[in-house]
């Protein structure tokens, strides 16, 4: 399980702070321009991150992305972090999202992604975040 953290507008600018002081390097930047069907996003939304990955040690990962408003997306508190879960095949998957999200709220169900990988979120019925996320190969 990883830390996984929204930010409105300033995940770069934290990332950068979390790296002067973890050290390391970035496993993978993104930004919202990256992602097809947002072409038509205003120029400062295109260049929030969609992704970053900050390494932090062997086993734990610092993750985050930023919201999008022109998408409806608002950062409140309660859903600034996330518990990033990453099982081992798909059918774990589904049996973890289906298990811990029974009574809450799903934002995205568990669909396969643009960028290779299962994935699904949701708020659990105790106001949890949760990310599932499964790469094929992982």
């Known amino acids: 399980m990883n830390p996984y953290l929204n930010f409105d507008g300033q995940a770069e600018e934290a990332f950068n702070l979390y790296k002067s002081v973890f050290g ?23 260049n929030r991150l969609m992704h970053i990955s900050l390494p932090i040690s062997d086993t734990i990962t610092l993750m ?31 049996r973890i999202f289906k298990g811990l999200s029974e009574g809450g709220e799903i934002e995205m169900p568990m669909e396969d992604m643009f960028w290779g990988d299962y994935f699904g979120s949701f708020k659990d019925k105790y106001g949890i975040c949760w990310m599932i996320n499964h790469h094929p190969g992982f």
Request: charged share 25%; hydrophobic share 30%; net charge negative.
């Open 24 to 46: 390391g390097e970035f496993s993978m930047v993104s930004k919202m321009s990256d992602a097809p069907g947002t072409e038509n996003l205003p120029e400062e939304e295109k």
């Open 64 to 94: 985050a992305s930023d919201c999008v408003p022109s998408m409806g997306q608002v950062l409140n508190p309660g859903n600034n972090m996330y518990v990033s879960v990453h099982p081992d095949s798909r059918e774990e998957a589904d």
